[in-house]
């Protein structure tokens, strides 16, 4: 049976350094403040905004947020962003994706050192969902509630996107890891899957991966990026039940890499914001 790895006690203490940094803020400082932009109406994404905002209200992080109809003009959001990009009191800045179509890469407009979220090119910020996983990784611990060491181990990353995939390679094998990546054009990808020690997925479908594509002699971490609603209240990842079951051990879904990914979100803001004062 696998053991879910605790990734609200990773959120917590990555928040509670920030806390801390902004309990006894002078009143002659401006208080760091994130600007979230979101285009159309994606269900999901008005939760996205709406926990990041609670998250940041928490800390006593200022939140601006301004949403765009989807028959809005681009020219109409470019120019919105070019503001905020000129504008003192703004010191983070992202715009929630997915994004209708014609709106599509247009967090490139954001100037680099206030992109918070680590998207744009030229960026000096980690992609908070990146920095995420390594956080993760970086505090794994094992059932008996020893270090895991990630030397020598191989891990499957399930997704070549400029977002997650590709910049988690170099970290990983900073960390002395060995990399495989698998995405759709990858034939029989379970066959990476049972040859490895931990598994990263990102491939945005639900119960992707069953316990039947992994090696039940050498139960594999499942870190899982997905979150799709399943059910009233009920919630899935990339990886079924079984595959989380049959696990050394798996992030949870809910309260897993998006909890971690909020936090990391408010931890690049304060590294913007330390950057443009």
């Known amino acids: 049976m696998g053991t879910p790895i605790d990734c609200v006690k990773i959120a917590d203490e990555i928040l509670g350094r920030i806390k801390d940094d902004l309990k006894d803020w002078p009143d002659d400082l401006k208080i760091p403040t994130l600007a ?73 407009m954001i100037a680099p050192d206030k992109d918070v979220d680590g998207l744009t090119e030229g960026s000096p910020w980690m992609p908070c969902t990146v920095k995420a996983i390594l956080n993760v990784l970086d505090n794994l611990e094992t059932p008996e509630g020893e270090h895991y060491s990630l030397a020598g181990k191989h891990v499957v990353i399930a997704n070549r996107s400029n977002l997650i995939g590709r910049p988690l390679v170099n ?42 594509m992994l090696n039940p002699s050498r139960p594999p971490i499942l870190i899982d990026v997905g979150c799709f609603k399943w059910a ?23 309260n897993g890499i998006g909890k971690v990914t909020v936090a990391c979100l408010m931890d690049n803001l304060m590294m913007c914001y330390n950057n443009v004062m």
């Open 36 to 108: 979230i932009i979101t285009v159309g109406n994606d269900p999901a994404s008005r939760i996205y905004v709406n926990n990041k905002a609670k998250v940041a209200s928490e800390l006593g992080i200022g939140v601006v947020h301004r949403h765009f109809p989807e028959n809005t003009d681009v020219d109409d959001v470019v120019n919105y962003i070019n503001q905020l990009n000129n504008d003192d009191d703004i010191h983070g800045i992202m715009v929630q994706l997915p994004l209708p179509v014609d709106f599509e890469g247009i967090e490139q």
């Open 171 to 212: 970290p990983l094998l900073d960390r002395d890891l060995t990399v495989t990546v698998v995405h759709s054009r990858t034939p029989y990808p379970d066959s990476y899957l049972r040859d490895a020690d931990i598994i990263i997925s990102a491939t945005g479908k639900p119960c992707q991966w069953l316990d039947s």
């Open 232 to 254: 009233i209240n009920s919630y899935v990842g990339d990886f079924n039940k079984g595959a989380q079951e049959m696990s050394y051990m798996y992030t949870p879904v809910p």
